[in-house]
């Protein structure tokens, strides 16, 4: 119980963060709606994602591994789904330029949204419970 306690916790601390940095993931209904989507996401990758890595199993060893990211993908999908106030939609990123390191302005889609905070969430969530092992 604690295990699932502390992961919705860091699920919750990783889609807030995700809402900050990225434009295209937004919220509606204020904390309540992001313990809901955390308490969502929670659920799916506990029972949900087990079964569809057991379906997709023979796709991934054909591709070593990096279909992985597809199904974070799919779930995260899931996720906006159940929760209608936690949204995910396409948007213009403006750019950056930090020091010489300039990543040029372009227009995310809502597939490349869905990756990119899925890819966000999974570091997040990681980093987090790597902190909380030690």
Known sequence: MKKHLRLFLFNATALWLVTYFLKGV???GGWLTIAWASLALTFVNL??????KLLLLPI????????RWLINVAILYLVTIL??????????FSGLNYQGFIIPS???A?????????LLISLITTFLLWLARK
């Open 26 to 28: 937004t919220y509606s």
């Open 47 to 52: 029972v949900i994602k087990p079964l569809i």
């Open 60 to 67: 991934n060893l054909l591709t070593l591994g990096a279909f």
């Open 83 to 92: 929760i209608p106030q936690f949204k995910i939609q396409a948007f213009l």
């Open 106 to 108: 372009c227009h995310l």
């Open 110 to 118: 809502k597939f490349s949204v869905y990756v990119v905070a899925s």
